[in-house]
């Protein structure tokens, strides 16, 4: 079998039989792939509004599990994936199309460890008034390897998993999964896979649209505890990539530049997206907690802000939000 598709379905009633259409919609013989949707515990009619589909397409399969979140979803669907290649695809998100077919020949031709494309932003009302992009009739492919894209094409906004195929047997043999319980998982797992990867194209045309809406783990504008707790736990578990072995300076610098700018990302959130300066203070001191090697790492101007944060935290808040302004 040539691919896995593994779609998470947790409370996504109004999306998730679009985004199985779009799946149906991309030419590709049943026999040739599957779609493994797990369902997390899902408490609407999630998978009642996709029966028909079930029903209509036997290469669909449902695995019922309880409530563990995004990461054990995709963790035990790739455990019961039987395709040569894997595609995580979100239930809320949709396939370009056209797209999928040629990205998918692409990965079989080169058994490339990764096969990256674009991707495309839009709202639910864009998303509803149309038209929706389409393969485009030219489209360009560029080989290269883990370190190249890492450095040239990721940041902590574009670490998403859903717009790259990836290997089967290398996810295995190299035993990378996703952290369970956290948001921002994406964050280590695609790291840890760029850093990994020997042989990947970049393939430069989109393979599906983000769905941009209010109540999704990674919209900023609900920022919170939980997500700061868990954004540094990604940064922290990032930063423990660069132990591997065979990693050069350049790549640890890059890593260091990286994490150096999600870590603002980070701060910039606590800063401007918290309302209450006492919550400002628990995530920042989470934060330092955790993460004080990695961020003393960066520079003195980082260090000294540990220093401010233990004199006073009310000061360290007041000084960093002088700092974004200037």
């Known amino acids: 079998m040539n691919l896995s598709i593994i ?7 109004e999306y998730v039989r679009p985004c199985l259409r779009s799946i149906f919609a991309q030419g590709l013989n ?16 999630s998978i009642e509004v996709i029966a028909d589909i079930i029903e209509a397409h036997k290469n669909t399969i449902v695995f019922n599990q309880e409530n563990q979140g995004l990461s054990m979803a995709r963790n035990n669907g790739m455990a019961n994936a039987n395709g040569e290649y894997l595609l995580f695809l979100d239930s809320d998100d949709l396939l370009i199309e056209g797209s999928l077919n040629p990205l998918l020949q692409t990965a079989l031709e080169s058994k490339a460890d990764m096969v990256v494309a674009d991707f495309v932003k839009m709202n639910d009302q864009e998303i509803a008034a149309g038209p929706l992009p389409k393969y485009p009739d030219t489209s360009h492919l560029e080989e290269t390897n883990g370190y190249q894209l890492y450095q040239n ?9 859903w717009h790259t195929l990836h290997r089967t047997e ?5 035993n990378i999964t996703f952290i369970p319980g956290i948001y921002f998982e994406d964050i280590p797992f695609t790291t840890e896979c760029l850093l990994r990867a020997r042989k990947c194209i970049r393939a430069h045309y989109p393979l599906n649209i983000y769905r941009q809406r209010d109540a ?20 922290v578990r990032t930063w423990e990539l660069r132990k591997m072995d065979g990693l050069s300076p350049d790549i640890e610098s890059t890593m260091k530049k990286k994490l150096y700018a999600s870590y603002a990302s980070l701060l910039y959130c606590i800063l401007y997206k918290t309302n209450e300066t006492s919550e400002q203070i628990r995530m920042v001191e989470y934060l330092w907690r955790n993460a004080s090697e990695l961020i003393c790492s960066f ?3 980082q260090k000294l802000g540990f ?6 935290p009310r000061l ?7 700092a974004w302004k200037h």
């Open 7 to 13: 779609v998470p379905v947790y409370n996504v009633q």
């Open 216 to 235: 999704s783990i990674s919209d900023v504008a609900s920022f919170n505890m939980r997500k700061a707790q868990d954004f540094t736990t990604s940064l």
């Open 30 to 45: 049943d026999d040739d792939f599957e779609v493994i949707i797990v369902n997390d515990g899902t408490t609407d009619k």
């Open 307 to 312: 220093v401010i944060f233990n004199l006073s």
């Open 170 to 174: 290398f996810i295995r043999q190299n």
């Open 316 to 322: 360290y808040i007041t000084a960093q939000k002088w």
């Open 299 to 301: 520079s003195f101007k």
């Open 153 to 161: 094409d990721f940041t902590h906004n574009t670490c998403c998993v």
